[in-house]
């Protein structure tokens, strides 16, 4: 008999290095448990709108000049394309972004379209509100499952006793890879699904390495 599958839903901002990281492990635990992935839209730039005069000016800037672009091209794709290319498009910008060192730039944004057979046309929606309430609302669906005090990335899975179990990261760098990515799994479930359990913390001491 073959073993019942778990969606996950996956909320991401392909501007964040963080998400990535916790994103590349998601697709180990694809290998090594039964889940299947559902990738949605979250935007930091949404998230952070209200109180941009509390953050420091470096992420203040990033933030009004680069968060934009990139989520509404993710949302424009989908609405336009299909929910099968939100994964892939993701994995192809987040590699030029990342791995790649090209940052959330037009021409890393056209590349990574044109990676995975998408119009380059799409990137033209890097400036456009087209699809704003549609982000907004991808965007509000993820948050709704944590609250406010978290960001990007956020994780819904189905729990034990059938109620859902959500929650932001896990943080984690490098992408643990294998056994140790379904240790980390089983683990992070574990204390999920702990009614009453809100958060284990440590400060970080590395940087995200996207080997």
């Not at 140790?180 to 683990?187: E, I, K, T």
């Amino acid at each position: 008999m073959s073993e019942s599958r778990t969606t996950a839903e996956f909320f991401f901002d392909p501007l964040c290095p963080w998400a990535w990281m916790t994103s590349r492990w998601m697709l180990e635990v694809e290998k090594v448990r039964p889940v299947d992935v559902r990738w949605k839209v979250m935007s930091l730039a949404v998230l952070n709108e209200n109180r941009l005069d509390e953050l420091p000016e470096q992420y203040r800037e990033m933030l009004e000049t680069q968060a934009w672009g990139p989520v509404r091209v993710v949302i424009a794709a989908q609405q336009l394309h299909g929910d099968e290319v939100v994964g892939k498009l993701y994995t192809a910008l987040g590699t030029r972004f990342h791995n790649n060192g090209e940052g959330p730039t037009r021409e890393a944004v056209v590349g990574a379209l044109t990676d995975v057979g998408l119009p380059a046309e799409l990137a033209d929606f890097m400036d456009k509100d087209t699809y704003d309430t549609e982000l907004r609302a991808s965007h509000q669906e993820g948050i709704d499952k944590v609250g406010q005090d978290v960001g990007t990335p956020v994780i819904s899975v189905p729990g034990p006793d059938g109620d859902e179990v959500s929650f932001f990261g896990p943080v984690v760098t490098p992408t643990p890879r294998g056994e140790a990515a379904a240790r980390l799994w089983d683990g992070t479930l574990l204390v999920a699904a702990t009614p009453g359990f809100f958060e284990i913390k440590r400060t970080r001491t590395a940087n995200p390495s996207f080997e």
